[in-house]
């Protein structure tokens, strides 16, 4: 078997590879694997390394943490820090951006929820008129959402709703915890549908892989690799291919463009001595996350295209829609003073509330598209941070946490932010990386649809807070979550039918610049209220059996 | 959006999703705890007794305060103590909240400062040495203090407050035993809600 990762430095040959893969999550992950397994030598460039799962804190108790770092033990460094990955607000609205540099990419330890989209999402914009349609449709992404969920294993149930399409596949939902029963019913007295939540964790053994243990751990990465991660399920399958070569800590700054205006490579920077590297390839696949790959397109100027490679229409960077959320908690009456239970189950939550607003509004409220509401934290789960909201000191007050802390429920709804021209990511000259290349600035606001559509939320939570009888910590009515913190960035590099206004066609693949491809979440026309990882699979599996039959029919 | 309100600080979720994960990586410390072996009630007086003014505990826990030490930590410790006293389980004395607060302290750039400029309230607002307060005076002055939150007084209670919420609570003794956690184990199966507390609820 080939040598399946080198480090930077002893992959400097001049090769020309068939297809180059910039990342390495759900989008460069599932690139690769569906490439491979078809044939398809494949070069990907990760900027991190291989995470390695006996170093996960999995099962590390709070009362051994210090211990471990004190003896030099520590967890592995998931997210990027300033220093290596840079960007700017330029003095906006704080934009708080997540990004994880290494092998799976966000998906060692992203939240799960696997929901597919419905033709409300891909035909929202078509309907209401704003910004572009969506090229595809659900009927197009229908069978790609069936085979994505047979391959990584996705738990839920039958309950599926108009907004929120069904699965013959879902493996067995988790049973629910006490909090979630509650806010169940509650929810049905008002109206409001929760059904089963949709998430890529194993509730029986998967094609191999042992299935959950029920740590409730998985945001310190999983041990067992019982949830969908994009090394463990892509990567690792693609190498026994043997056509999968990975260069860790390769930092991507720009596509190489040749003199036919064809992509034929691309610059990077090794992560740990900075050094530069080019390598060469028929097709480039950009799939670095929404942000990344949105800076290394409009860093790859060239003389054809002076405003960033398959942008002459200036559309990429534009529409950067993320989601509007918040957090509410409080504390169901039935529960309290009743003895602590495990509510581990697979972490996170194990209910969902699917978008309804279209067919029962709480209000005469008029906003587009909608939202929908997770409910992560309900139960008792380790340190209770709630505690900093209860008044009072001493004996009772210690009593009184006790009291609640089985008791806690928790809503979080997320809504669709709409596609707006001058949410836009912007590169200069004037703020450079560690390795000189110009870092990403964000500029993010939300508007009127997003405020007035965050009021009919709050009456929503307020509605089934009240019909469950539970008691909400204080929280500020109208206030979200900072910008960005849902870790859902889209649009910047939108696929459409209209090629003035869109940068992609349907199979993520640049209308502009036929051998460029972007399967992440810059491709998605809207950002939806939904969690998009399910259809960055989706949508990349779809886009690289096009990819794989175009090389076929030699039109790349 | 000047017109939009921001979330006010909200509770730190422990552990459930990426966010949280995210987030606490920075931090892992907020969730970290004591090193003391898991304290009983019996053991518990007698490490509270070992407390004040020797070192007794500070050999048991194999931990060595860096940064609050001296009277500034016997100050923490009574603070401490007062917002989370012993009763049937151990205090925050009993489990070493100081060593664990003092360990965040070191992660955390300005922590520390922030910290004595806290306990010095405490003492401007007694009077004198909070240690040298009886637990019912101790008690008067931390309640005049938190009366009002959105003093200056407030927020150095507060302030303290946190810090013995985070550090008795991710300790053994203060999040098993007085709390009743006991999972991030391995279960073969989830059985979910098994008890009969919801029984009606909806109805």
Same mark, same amino acid.
């Given at each position: 078997?080939?040598?399946?990762?080198?480090?930077?430095?002893?992959?400097?040959?001049?090769?020309?590879?068939?297809?180059?893969?910039?990342?390495?999550?759900?989008?460069?992950?599932?690139?690769?694997?569906?490439?491979?397994?078809?044939?398809?030598?494949?070069?990907?460039?990760?900027?991190?390394?291989?995470?390695?799962?006996?170093?996960?804190?999995?099962?590390?108790?709070?009362?051994?943490?210090?211990?471990?770092?004190?003896?030099?033990?520590?967890?592995?460094?998931?997210?990027?820090?300033?220093?290596?990955?840079?960007?700017?607000?330029?003095? &906006?609205?704080?934009?708080?951006?997540?990004?994880?540099?290494?092998?799976?990419?966000?998906?060692?330890?992203?939240?799960?929820?696997?929901?597919?989209?419905?033709?409300?999402?891909?035909?929202?914009?078509?309907?209401?008129?704003?910004?572009?349609?969506?090229?595809?449709?659900?009927?197009?992404?229908?069978?790609?959402?069936?085979?994505?969920?047979?391959?990584?294993?996705?738990?839920? &149930?039958?309950?599926?709703?108009?907004?929120?399409?069904?699965?013959?596949?879902?493996?067995?939902?988790?049973?629910?915890?006490?909090?979630?029963?509650?806010?169940?019913?509650?929810?049905?007295?008002?109206?409001?549908?929760?059904?089963?939540?949709?998430?890529?964790?194993?509730?029986?053994?998967?094609?191999?892989?042992?299935?959950?243990?029920?740590?409730?751990?998985?945001?310190?990465?999983?041990?067992?690799?019982?949830?969908?991660?994009?090394?463990?399920?892509?990567?690792?399958?693609?190498?026994?291919?043997?056509?999968?070569?990975?260069?860790?800590?390769?930092?991507?700054?720009?596509?190489?463009?040749?003199?036919?205006?064809?992509?034929?490579?691309?610059?990077?920077?090794?992560?740990?001595?900075?050094?530069?590297?080019?390598?060469?390839?028929?097709?480039?696949?950009?799939?670095?996350?929404?942000?990344?790959?949105?800076?290394?397109?409009?860093?790859?100027?060239?003389?054809?295209?002076?405003?960033?490679?398959?942008?002459?229409?200036?559309?990429?960077?534009?529409?950067?829609?993320?989601?509007?959320?918040?957090?509410?908690?409080?504390?169901?009456?039935?529960?309290?003073?009743?003895?602590?239970?495990?509510?581990?189950?697979?972490?996170?939550?194990?209910?969902?509330?699917? #978008?309804?607003?279209?067919?029962?509004?709480?209000?005469? #409220?008029?906003?587009?598209?909608?939202?929908?509401?997770?409910?992560?934290?309900?139960?008792?789960?380790?340190?209770?941070?709630?505690?900093?909201?209860?008044?009072?000191? &001493?004996?009772?007050?210690?009593?009184?946490?006790?009291?609640?802390?089985?008791?806690?429920?928790?809503?979080?709804?997320? &809504?669709?932010?709409?596609?707006?021209?001058?949410?836009?990511?912007?590169?200069?000259?004037?703020?450079?990386?560690?390795?000189?290349?110009?870092?990403?600035?964000?500029?993010?606001?939300?508007?009127?649809?997003? #405020?007035?559509?965050?009021?009919?939320?709050?009456?929503?939570?307020?509605?089934?807070?009240?019909?469950?009888?539970?008691?909400?910590?204080?929280?500020?009515?109208?206030?979200?979550?900072?910008?960005?913190?849902?870790?859902?960035?889209?649009?910047?590099?939108?696929?459409?039918?209209?090629?003035?206004?869109?940068?992609?066609?349907?199979?993520?693949?640049?209308?502009?610049?036929?051998?460029?491809?972007?399967?992440?979440?810059?491709?998605?026309?809207?950002?939806?209220?939904?969690?998009?990882?399910?259809?960055?699979?989706?949508?990349?599996?779809?886009?690289?059996?096009?990819?794989?039959?175009?090389?076929?029919?030699?039109?790349? | 959006?000047?017109?939009?309100?921001?979330?006010?600080?909200?509770?730190?979720?422990?552990?459930?999703?990426?966010?949280?994960?995210?987030?606490?990586?920075?931090?892992?410390?907020?969730?970290?705890?004591?090193?003391?072996?898991?304290?009983?009630?019996?053991?518990?007086?007698?490490?509270?007794?070992?407390?004040?003014?020797?070192?007794?505990?500070?050999?048991?826990?194999?931990?060595?305060?860096?940064?609050?030490?001296?009277?500034?930590?016997?100050?923490?410790?009574?603070?401490?103590?007062?917002?989370?006293?012993?009763?049937?389980?151990?205090?925050?004395?009993?489990?070493?909240?100081?060593?664990?607060?003092?360990?965040?302290?070191?992660?955390?750039?300005?922590?520390?400062?922030?910290?004595?400029?806290?306990?010095?309230?405490?003492?401007?607002?007694?009077?004198?040495?909070?240690?040298?307060?009886?637990?019912?005076?101790?008690?008067?002055?931390?309640?005049?203090?938190?009366?009002?939150?959105?003093?200056?007084?407030?927020?150095?209670?507060?302030?303290?407050?946190?810090?013995?919420?985070?550090?008795?609570?991710?300790?053994?003794?203060?999040?098993?035993?007085?709390?009743?956690?006991?999972?991030?184990?391995?279960?073969?199966?989830?059985?979910?809600?098994?008890?009969?507390?919801?029984?009606?609820?909806?109805?």
């Amino acid at each position: 078997m080939m040598l399946q990762s080198q480090s930077a430095a002893v992959q400097r040959e001049p090769q020309r590879h068939r297809v180059l893969i910039v990342g390495s999550g759900a989008a460069g992950g599932m690139m690769a694997w569906n490439l491979t397994r078809q044939g398809v030598d494949v070069l990907l460039l990760d900027a991190g390394e291989k995470f390695r799962r006996s170093s996960f804190w999995s099962h590390v108790k709070p009362w051994e943490t210090r211990d471990r770092y004190l003896k030099g033990q520590n967890p592995p460094q998931f997210t990027t820090t300033p220093d290596l990955a840079p960007y700017s607000t330029k003095g &906006g609205d704080h934009f708080e951006l997540i990004r994880v540099w290494g092998r799976g990419g966000k998906t060692n330890i992203w939240g799960r929820v696997s929901l597919r989209y419905s033709d409300l999402d891909f035909e929202g914009p078509a309907k209401d008129g704003w910004e572009i349609p969506w090229p595809i449709r659900y009927k197009d992404v229908a069978p790609y959402y069936d085979k994505v969920e047979q391959l990584i294993g996705v738990c839920g &149930g039958d309950d599926d709703q108009d907004s929120l399409p069904g699965s013959r596949y879902h493996l067995p939902a988790p049973a629910l915890r006490c909090g979630e029963v509650l806010l169940q019913r509650a929810g049905a007295k008002v109206g409001v549908d929760i059904v089963s939540g949709r998430r890529a964790v194993l509730t029986q053994p998967h094609n191999g892989r042992a299935k959950c243990h029920y740590c409730g751990a998985c945001g310190h990465g999983c041990d067992v690799s019982a949830f969908f991660n994009s090394s463990d399920y892509l990567l690792e399958p693609a190498f026994k291919t043997g056509r999968l070569t990975i260069i860790d800590n390769a930092v991507v700054a720009r596509v190489l463009v040749n003199e036919k205006g064809l992509a034929d490579g691309v610059q990077y920077f090794d992560r740990n001595s900075k050094e530069e590297h080019k390598v060469y390839a028929d097709v480039v696949v950009v799939a670095a996350s929404c942000v990344d790959s949105t800076r290394i397109l409009l860093n790859s100027k060239s003389h054809k295209y002076p405003n960033g490679i398959g942008n002459s229409n200036d559309v990429i960077g534009r529409y950067l829609s993320e989601q509007v959320r918040f957090h509410v908690y409080g504390f169901a009456p039935e529960l309290l003073g009743t003895p602590t239970r495990n509510d581990d189950g697979i972490g996170g939550e194990h209910i969902y509330m699917p #978008r309804f607003n279209h067919r029962r509004p709480f209000s005469n #409220r008029k906003f587009l598209r909608g939202y929908g509401s997770q409910f992560w934290n309900t139960g008792a789960h380790g340190v209770p941070g709630f505690a900093k909201q209860l008044g009072g000191f &001493g004996a009772s007050f210690k009593a009184d946490v006790k009291r609640r802390y089985p008791a806690l429920v928790a809503m979080h709804p997320y &809504g669709e932010v709409l596609g707006y021209k001058d949410n836009r990511i912007t590169v200069d000259e004037s703020q450079v990386d560690a390795f000189g290349v110009p870092i990403p600035h964000i500029h993010f606001k939300v508007g009127e649809n997003e #405020r007035t559509m965050v009021q009919e939320m709050y009456d929503m939570v307020e509605a089934v807070f009240a019909a469950g009888k539970i008691e909400p910590l204080p929280y500020q009515r109208g206030a979200i979550d900072v910008y960005g913190s849902a870790i859902h960035e889209h649009s910047t590099c939108r696929m459409g039918d209209d090629k003035k206004r869109s940068a992609l066609n349907g199979f993520c693949q640049m209308h502009e610049v036929k051998n460029v491809f972007v399967p992440d979440g810059a491709s998605f026309t809207t950002a939806s209220e939904k969690n998009p990882t399910l259809t960055i699979l989706a949508l990349a599996w779809r886009s690289s059996d096009y990819l794989a039959a175009e090389l076929k029919r030699g039109n790349l | 959006m000047a017109d939009t309100p921001r979330l006010p600080k909200l509770p730190e979720p422990p552990e459930p999703d990426r966010r949280t994960a995210l987030k606490g990586m920075a931090a892992t410390s907020v969730a970290a705890a004591a090193v003391l072996l898991p304290i009983l009630p019996a053991q518990a007086q007698h490490a509270h007794t070992e407390h004040n003014g020797n070192s007794s505990v500070q050999e048991k826990s194999g931990y060595t305060p860096k940064l609050i030490t001296g009277e500034k930590r016997d100050w923490l410790t009574a603070v401490c103590d007062r917002i989370i006293p012993r009763t049937d389980t151990p205090g925050a004395a009993d489990v070493g909240v100081a060593d664990q607060i003092d360990w965040l302290a070191t992660r955390k750039d300005g922590m520390a400062d922030a910290i004595f400029a806290a306990l010095a309230r405490v003492n401007t607002a007694a009077g004198r040495p909070i240690t040298q307060l009886t637990p019912s005076q101790q008690d008067e002055v931390l309640t005049q203090m938190s009366s009002s939150l959105d003093t200056e007084d407030g927020r150095a209670f507060s302030l303290l407050k946190n810090l013995t919420i985070d550090a008795y609570y991710s300790s053994k003794p203060g999040l098993n035993v007085e709390l009743g956690w006991n999972a991030n184990t391995y279960l073969k199966d989830f059985e979910g809600c098994t008890h009969d507390h919801t029984q009606g609820a909806a109805e």
